[in-house]
């Protein structure tokens, strides 16, 4: 959170500094700031909103099958039959990627829900609980936040082998640890404060205090929490698909679409960099948006 | 309270030691859970059931999980890991091959990545509003989400295809001249540094930041102290703790990148190695590879707790 | 160096809220000072009184803007001096001492080294002169131990003693002007005595120019010569310090002046003691292990006896440590007793929330000292005062909404507050919402921790109306729990002093508060400043304990 207050307070050091008695133009450095915070904020919605648009309706705006041979091309550059080329075996690059989108985008938006969802909810129900049930639910988070996220998926497709579920779970069980760790630190916190106390002293019971006094002060951060997850979930799985571990043919993500078309990197293949683009563009798009929320929140409470 | 600091160094190191073990827990557990049989996945579905009987007794899938689970763990403690289940060698063997190479690709992307960081992440905070910092905080924050691929892929078209000075995608085994160095490490500690640098100067940043927001910083700034030694003698020292604390994460997060890169620059690493046994389904491979990279992340993240213990003043001058 | 004059005119400061427009907040500010005296600015919360202080150091925080105007020190005019010119000025012929020596000395670095930082960077003189002179100063300020106690780091002495070490930080250079913000603020009144001593005593010896920046008029009637009351960054008045105190001319500082004592206009109403309601024998509240014979690791409140009749205020008062919050927070239920038990209206009070009736839970409401805190933001005021009528009666959804309306009224605010978040709330608007909602539940008893004291004085003056004539109309009886005596003696019929989580007097609160029998009573009531000039010098109290005491 500091990391995002910090970039509220965008004036200089060195522009303190005074200058003589007579009135200076009014042009401070705070309001030259604020357009390029929107320009971030719509520079990122931009991104965001039209990967989820695409993982909506990609697949029916997607000019061919995204498994049909349409071209004798492989690794073919950009034409107008085939806006982003064609791939190792000659298929359309861009209704592949339409289609592939879906899946790099649902997939991750179903588990990051999900982790919040376990995360938040555990974190809201320790404060109800007994201490030493808090202590056990804490020691497993805690031990499942010690094995990074990448390894965990690894040990578990080298037990399982790969499916959606299992990725969907590794995902979970990597990343639900950190929003608990956040939502439960966040719920202790508010449960000292005063108001609680006072609610504490009229009597109400630990599901009100939960539900009416803790819960709608930690709901904003709950949500900027599970967009950064969206983010590390989106850059797991790719990276797991990238490996060859993540989804499989013939559905595609848009990880797996690299990986099948990396041969054609020492060509400099379209197929290669359209769907490696297009995961860093849907990222970077969603870092900016939730980074630029969280900023003009936090400048709202000073 | 003369001797607090060897306490929490203690608690801290033992908390670590159970986190281990709870870890190694959760991985043994995975990796057991097979719905079907670990020997008949091996042998595949021709085996004759006398074979899986036999393969079974020979991995000791007969025995009770508990025991397995403590054979395994003592296993650990002596260094002997079984054997690998697809090539019939040890794993240790397999294991101390390559973990000289990942190790030296670690070392070098931190060696640079580290003063890269610092540097960017303390100009940014001291020009903080300025150009630099608004330039560096735009590419920072993009960079933090970027996969490693993508870099990875963006560098071999620039380096490789489009100015042609190094060769894609190859791995030149005997190192003789400076030029065959940079052919092996140029482009993979490139890729990991990039993400690497962007986390750690953003950390750096805000760690930094909250320090020179404080008060004691305003009233150094009031003494008439000059805005370099406000940064490096007020603030800095305060920021160790955070900065440790950072730089351990980001480090921590090259134990995901490392397999990412591993593979597509073909290093052989140990990271690629795991990445082939999970391939593989090279369960006795997996396991050892996991509890060392889990291992490592711990150490890195208890590390950065005692610097934190270590560079508070408080406890220190008691 | 001896002080110099201080010019300033037409002093324009500029401010720009994240996402807003830059607006004027100090306004058209001008005064004059001689060598050697000392102005204060006072004023309440957001009066400006800080940033104009730090304008005279060429100063302002981030997000504001030195507008216009002039800052004329000796020949100096500080606010033409360029970035380098202005650091030579700072720490050198300009000095500061900050409210929060807490926080203004670096965790991280020894106090000799952080004292001696500006003569050194300024060349002034070289490192074994500088540490003479700062032993020099700390002796003058009556710090203990002045050759080692420079050797220490800041979480190794107490508060007053820092607030005195950054005294001498600020007077090593020999500056010509010193600004003091708040320096006492935050203290304890006995400690704040000592501090004011040695910081009149060191600054009348050396000549120097001062601006004290305070909101307590008492305190400035000892520090200073001259007097300007701000207001929302204008200025109401300017004077010399006896003209303020005795003939005030404007509105704005008889109203300051009013609210600094409250127990002049304001008395407890006469009410008719009832029967007993709460009453507390031998008490003891501890935190921590507990030992084989019951006791606690840290006794926080030991050997409390008291009685509350129904109708009735006590006034508790100590200093901060004193555990006077933890009596509160025990009878309240959030903190369980080590020994004895609170019984109320002649029963036994479960010691824990988890035993207690929910007629008990109405009967006691308690009201935070914060009121920020003790609002939950998320809640608009109606339903912060819909909750207690929900949980305690059982009332038609009409009768609730006339009922929560005639709460506002009580509390004097407008129903158009009703829909509103506290954020959107004043701090004064804010407890009083937090009396109402006490009040929603109709209680025999409210507790209050220290419900003025983060208030500015005329809101706080205004509250603790409100607490008097709550009592006269309603009948309740109060715990009323506070470190400023004038506002007990204002409210309460009986008074408790707590030192050290005992109770060393307790009885009638004209009796106690005029003829103390202990000797902390005493010293406690003698500390507090009067608002008169030459207090300090014929006060007799000084916390000699503190000095001969072995450090932290």
């Known amino acids: 959170m500091n990391e995002f207050r910090a970039m509220t307070h965008p004036r200089t050091n060195s522009r303190r500094r005074v200058t003589t008695g007579s009135r200076l133009p009014v042009a401070s450095p705070a309001r030259r700031n604020r357009p390029r915070l929107h320009l971030i904020r719509w520079v990122g919605l931009g991104l965001f909103g039209f990967w989820v648009l695409v993982a909506i309706f990609g697949p029916m705006l997607a000019p061919h099958p995204m498994s049909a041979f349409v071209s004798d091309e492989i690794y073919g550059g950009a034409s107008t039959a085939n806006l982003l080329g064609t791939d190792y075996m000659g298929r359309d690059m861009l209704s592949r990627i339409l289609t592939g989108a879906r899946y790099t985008v649902g997939l991750a938006i179903i588990a990051a829900l999900l982790s919040s969802l376990i995360g938040a909810g555990f974190g809201m129900l320790t404060v109800l609980l007994p201490r030493w049930i808090e202590e056990c639910i804490r020691r497993v988070f805690d031990t499942l936040i010690s094995i990074p996220s990448k390894m965990m998926a690894l040990v578990m497709v080298s037990a399982f082998g790969t499916s959606i579920p299992l990725l969907i779970l590794a995902a979970v069980l990597s990343y639900a640890p950190g929003a608990f760790r956040i939502a439960h630190s966040m719920a202790t916190n508010l449960a000292t404060l005063e108001y609680v106390q006072v609610a504490r002293t009229r009597g109400e019971g630990k599901l009100y205090i939960a539900a009416f006094e803790i819960m709608p002060n930690m709901i904003q951060s709950v949500l900027t929490d599970m967009g950064m997850r969206f983010v590390f979930i989106v850059l797991l799985l790719s990276g797991m698909s990238f490996l060859g571990l993540g989804v499989q043919p013939p559905a595609a993500d848009l990880g797996s679409l690299v990986r099948e078309n990396i041969g054609g990197l020492s060509q400099g293949a379209l197929a290669v960099i359209a769907p490696a683009l297009a995961i860093g563009t849907l990222t970077i798009g969603a870092n900016l948006l939730i980074d630029s929320l969280s900023t003009s929140r936090g400048s709202q409470k000073e | ?318 | 160096m001896q002080g110099e004059s201080l010019t300033v005119r037409n002093l324009e400061i500029c401010a720009t809220p994240l996402g807003g427009e830059e607006h004027s907040i100090v306004n058209n500010i001008g005064f004059t000072l001689a060598p050697g005296e000392v102005m204060a600015l006072i004023g309440e919360s957001g009066s400006g009184k800080t940033t104009i202080a730090l304008a005279m150091l060429g100063y302002a925080r981030r997000g504001c803007r030195i507008a216009g105007g002039s800052v004329r020190l000796g020949e100096t005019e500080i606010l033409e001096l360029n970035a380098v010119q202005t650091r030579r000025l700072r720490g050198h012929r300009v000095a500061y001492i900050a409210q929060s020596a807490a926080a203004a000395f670096n965790p991280s670095r020894s106090l000799m080294d952080q004292v001696i930082e500006g003569a050194l960077i300024h060349g002034v003189m070289d490192r074994h002169s500088a540490q003479q002179k700062a032993v020099q100063l700390f002796r003058e300020l009556a710090l203990p131990e002045p050759e080692r106690i420079g050797m220490r780091y800041p979480h190794q002495v107490s508060g007053g003693q820092l607030q005195r070490i950054m005294a001498a930080m600020a007077l090593i250079t020999d500056p010509a002007l010193v600004i003091l913000d708040e320096p006492t603020t935050a203290l304890d009144v006995t400690t704040q005595i000592d501090v004011l001593r040695a910081f009149k005593k060191v600054m009348r010896e050396r000549g120097t120019t001062a601006i004290y920046v305070s909101h307590d008029l008492a305190v400035v009637a000892q520090m200073a010569d001259q007097v300007l009351v701000l207001k929302g960054g204008q200025e109401q008045e300017q004077g010399r310090i006896a003209q303020i105190l005795e003939q005030p001319a404007h509105e704005y500082t008889r109203s300051l002046l009013a609210a600094a004592r409250p127990d002049a206009h304001l008395s407890p109403p006469e009410t008719a003691r009832g029967d007993e309601l709460l009453r507390i024998d031998d008490l003891q509240v501890g935190y921590g292990q507990r030992d084989r014979n019951g006791h606690p690791d840290k006794v926080v409140l030991d050997h409390i006896q008291l009685r509350i009749d129904r109708g009735q205020a006590l006034g508790v008062i100590g200093e901060s440590g004193s555990g006077k919050s933890t009596l509160a927070r025990t009878v309240a239920g959030l903190v369980a007793p080590s020994r004895g038990a609170v019984q109320f209206n002649r029963r036994e009070l479960s010691p824990t929330l988890r035993g207690r009736t929910s007629e008990q839970f109405r009967r006691i409401q308690m009201v935070f000292q914060s009121a920020d805190n003790a609002l939950n933001p998320a809640h608009s005021v109606r339903r912060l005062l819909n909750r207690p009528l929900e949980t305690y009666f059982s009332l038609d959804r009409n009768v609730r909404r006339c009922r929560v309306e005639e709460l506002m009224d009580l509390v004097k605010l407008p129903h158009t507050l009703l829909d509103r978040k506290p954020g959107e709330l004043s701090g004064g608007q804010k407890q009083r919402v937090n009396l109402a909602r006490a009040l929603a539940a109709e209680p025999d008893l409210i507790l209050c921790d220290e419900v003025t004291s983060a208030l500015d004085t005329v809101v706080g003056a205004a509250i603790l109306e409100l607490l008097v004539e709550l009592r006269r109309e309603l009948g309740v009886a109060y715990l009323f729990i506070s470190h400023d005596i004038s506002t007990v003696r204002s409210l309460c019929d009986d008074v408790m002093v707590l030192y050290q989580g005992e109770c060393v007097e307790s009885g009638r609160c004209e009796e106690v508060l005029t003829r103390p029998q202990h000797n902390y009573t005493r010293k406690l009531i003698g500390s507090v400043p009067e608002l008169r000039q030459g207090w300090l010098e014929t006060c007799q109290w000084s916390t000699q304990t503190e000095a001969s005491a072995p450090l932290v």
């Open chain 2, 1 to 318: 309270m003369r001797n607090a600091i060897p306490v929490l160094v203690l608690g801290r190191l033992s908390s670590s030691l159970v986190t281990l073990f709870l870890v190694s827990l959760v991985i043994f557990a995975i990796t057991s859970m097979l719905p079907g049989d670990t020997a008949q996945l091996i042998l595949g579905q021709f085996a004759t059931p006398d074979q899986v009987a036999a393969l079974r007794t020979e991995l000791g899938l007969d025995q009770p999980a508990l025991l397995r689970y403590w054979h395994w763990l003592s296993g650990f403690m002596t260094g002997n890991l079984g054997m690998s289940a697809s090539n019939g060698v040890s794993v240790t063997q397999l294991m101390s091959d390559r973990l000289p190479n990942s190790l030296l690709l670690a070392a070098i992307t931190t060696a640079i990545s580290v003063p890269l960081a610092l540097i960017m992440g303390i100009t940014a905070a001291m020009r903080r509003g300025g150009a630099v910092d608004r330039v560096l905080n735009l590419v920072t924050l993009s960079m933090v989400a970027v996969p490693e691929f993508l870099v990875a892929t963006l560098a071999v078209l620039l380096f490789a295809v489009k100015l042609d000075w190094l060769p894609a995608l190859s791995y030149v085994s005997t190192v003789e001249s400076f030029g065959d160095f940079m052919k092996i490490y140029a482009m993979p500690v490139l890729t990991l540094c990039c993400v690497l640098i962007a986390q750690m100067a953003r950390m750096t940043r805000a760690a930094l930041i909250d320090q020179l927001d404080s008060a004691y910083v305003e009233m150094a700034r009031l003494k008439g102290v000059p805005p370099m030694r406000r940064v490096l003698r007020h603030a800095l020292p305060n920021a160790v703790g955070p900065i440790a604390n950072a730089v351990a994460l980001s480090l921590s997060y090259l134990l995901g990148g490392v397999i990412i890169v591993e593979t597509i620059f073909n290093y052989p690493g140990i990271a690629s190695l795991m990445v082939d046994a999970v391939s593989n389904r090279d369960l006795a491979l997996v396991q050892a590879c996991a509890m060392l990279f889990c291992s490592a992340y711990l150490v890195l993240v208890m590390m950065a707790d005692l610097c934190a213990i270590l560079s508070n003043p408080r406890l220190r001058n008691r």
